[in-house]
C-alpha cells in the first residue's frame, strides 16, 4: 500500500458503544434552514432554477441583496419544542441541523464572524433552544456545517497565489474556531456533519482536514465523523489512496440509496434524502415529484436492510412554520413507525436472500427477522427461502399479532400467505426463527 500521513487511521469500522448506538439509529432527520428560507426559491418575484438554499450562487442573484436578507430573519414562529414533539411523534432517532450552510450565516452567536443570528432581527441563539428541546424529547442532536462560506472573504476555491494561501490559511483557522464553538456551547452534539468540502482548496488541504478532525476527537471523544470532512495529502476524499474511508462512516450516499449490499463495501452508512427532487431549504414551488410516507417508508426500510441509516430532510419557512406537506408526511410516517419500528431501530441486514416483495431486516435485540413488504403478489404468496440450519417457529404480522398460513414448497422454499386486501402502507411480518436441530428436539416426543 501507499505509505500515506493523512490517510485513513483506521481499518474497519468504529468499536467503540458511541458509534453502536449511531448504527442503531434507523431513522433520523435532518434540517436545512436560514437565510435561503425567505426568499424560497423565488427572486424579485420570479423562480430560480436550482436548490433553494443555493440561491445566493444563482447568477440573477446579487450577493449583497442575498446577504442583506439577514435584516428580514425574523422567524416568529420559531417553536423549537414543537419541532421536537413533531420528529419525536415520526420516530426520529437523532436530528442533524444547518448551524452555517454555504452562504456563511450563522444561527449560533459566533464571534468569529458578523454574519450571525445576533446581527438579525432575532438577536437570539436558534442552535441552544433547538438541542434542548430535542434532547429532552431523547432526540441525539448532530451539527452540520458547510466548510465552504461564500461570506467569508478568505474562502478560496482553488489556491492559486501565494496570496490566496494566505487567505485560506486565515480562513482554516476561522474554521477551526468556530468549530471549537459549536462544540463548546454544545456539548451535547454527538457529531458534525460536514459539508461543501469538493473544491480544490480543501482537496489541497489534507493535512489540515487530518489534523482537524483528530483536535475535534480530542475535544470530543466519541465524536461521530463521516467521510465527507478529509482528504488525504493525494487530494482523494471518502476513499484514501489505498482505497480505505476517512471518517467513521460512509456520507457519500446523499439523494441515493446503495443497489447492491456489495456497494456498501461493510462500512457504516447513512442515506440523507430530500422530499421534493433535490430542495433541501424551504422553496416556495416544489415542482417534479414529491414522494409519498409509501415511497420515505420503502427508502427507510431498504437502508436498514442494508445495514444502514435512513434521514429524511425538512426545509422549515423563513418564518419557523413547517409547510402542510412536511407536517403530514411526519405524521404517516410517526403511525407506521409506531406499529413496525422494531423492524427498523436497531436492525440491519439479515442472512436471508431478498426477495421482489420487499425487503428482510433483522433485529439486533429481538434477534427476529421481519419482512417489510411493498410488492404484494397477485397470489398474496410471499416467497421465503429460508437460510441453513434455521426454521421458522411462527410468522406473525405486526401489530394485528395475526399469524400467517406457513407453506412448505420444497427444499428451503417456503410460501407465507398475506391476508388479502388493499394496504395504505407496507405490511411487516415478524419471522421467529430457531436452529434446525432445536426443533427436531422440540419434534421428538418426551419419553
Ligand atoms: C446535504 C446537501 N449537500 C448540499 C450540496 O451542495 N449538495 C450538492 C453536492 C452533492 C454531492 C457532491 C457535491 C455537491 C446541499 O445544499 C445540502 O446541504
Not at 74 to 87: E, I, R, T
Not at 133 to 146: E, M, P, R
Not at 273 to 288: I, L
Request: net charge positive.
Amino acid at each position: 500500500s501507499i505509505p500515506l500521513r493523512h490517510g485513513a487511521h483506521r481499518i474497519g469500522n468504529r468499536t467503540d458503544s458511541d458509534m453502536a448506538h449511531w448504527r442503531d439509529y434507523g431513522l433520523g432527520q435532518f434540517i436545512h434552514w436560514g437565510l435561503y428560507a425567505i426568499p424560497g426559491g423565488f427572486w424579485h418575484g420570479q423562480p430560480v432554477n436550482g436548490a433553494a438554499e443555493w440561491i445566493r450562487s444563482s447568477k440573477k442573484v446579487d450577493p449583497k441583496e442575498y446577504d442583506a436578507l439577514i435584516s428580514q430573519f425574523n422567524p416568529v414562529k420559531y417553536d423549537p419544542v414543537a419541532w421536537a414533539l413533531m420528529a419525536k411523534n415520526m420516530g426520529t432517532k437523532y436530528v442533524t441541523f444547518t448551524t452555517k450552510h454555504h452562504d456563511g450565516f450563522c444561527l449560533w452567536p459566533s464571534k468569529y464572524s458578523d454574519f450571525t443570528i445576533m446581527q438579525s432581527p432575532w438577536k437570539k441563539d436558534i442552535i441552544k433552544p433547538f438541542v434542548e428541546a430535542y434532547n429532552k424529547q431523547g432526540i441525539d442532536v448532530y451539527l452540520y456545517f458547510s466548510i465552504m462560506d461564500w461570506h467569508n472573504p478568505d474562502w478560496r476555491y482553488e489556491l492559486k497565489t501565494k496570496s490566496d494561501s494566505v487567505a485560506f490559511d486565515r480562513f482554516k483557522e476561522f474554521t477551526k474556531n468556530q468549530l471549537t464553538e459549536l462544540l463548546t456551547l454544545y456539548p451535547t452534539t454527538k457529531g458534525l456533519w460536514f459539508d461543501g468540502t469538493w473544491d480544490k482548496s480543501w482537496k489541497a488541504s489534507g493535512a489540515f482536514s487530518d489534523e482537524l478532525e483528530q483536535y475535534l476527537k480530542k475535544l470530543r471523544p466519541g465524536l461521530v465523523i463521516g467521510s465527507r470532512l478529509r482528504a488525504d495529502e493525494k487530494g482523494n476524499r471518502h476513499l484514501d489512496a489505498n482505497g480505505r474511508l476517512m471518517g467513521d462512516y460512509h456520507q457519500v450516499w446523499e439523494r441515493k440509496i446503495p443497489e447492491t449490499i456489495a456497494e456498501v463495501k461493510g462500512y457504516d452508512w447513512e442515506c440523507v434524502m430530500t422530499v421534493p427532487e433535490n430542495q433541501w431549504g424551504y422553496n416556495a414551488r416544489w415542482s417534479g415529484h414529491v414522494k409519498s410516507s409509501s415511497e420515505i417508508i420503502e427508502m427507510l426500510a431498504n437502508c436498514v436492510s442494508k445495514g444502514g441509516n435512513f434521514v429524511l430532510n425538512f426545509g422549515p419557512k423563513g418564518d419557523g412554520s413547517f409547510r402542510e406537506e412536511e407536517i403530514r408526511l411526519a405524521k404517516e410516517i410517526g403511525n407506521w413507525m409506531a406499529v413496525n419500528g422494531e423492524a427498523i431501530y436497531a436492525a440491519g441486514q439479515s442472512d436471508f436472500r431478498k426477495e421482489d416483495w420487499g425487503y428482510y431486516t433483522k433485529s439486533k435485540t429481538s434477534g427476529k427477522t421481519y419482512m417489510v413488504v411493498f410488492n404484494t403478489p397477485v397470489t398474496n404468496m410471499l416467497k421465503v427461502n429460508i437460510p441453513k440450519n434455521q426454521k421458522i417457529a411462527s410468522q406473525k404480522l405486526l401489530g394485528s399479532k395475526q399469524v400467517l398460513p406457513l407453506e412448505h414448497i420444497e427444499g428451503r422454499m417456503h410460501y407465507i400467505r398475506l391476508p388479502g386486501g388493499v394496504r395504505q402502507q407496507p405490511a411487516v411480518i415478524e419471522l421467529q426463527l430457531i436452529s434446525d436441530d432445536q426443533k427436531k428436539e422440540l419434534d421428538v416426543p418426551k419419553t
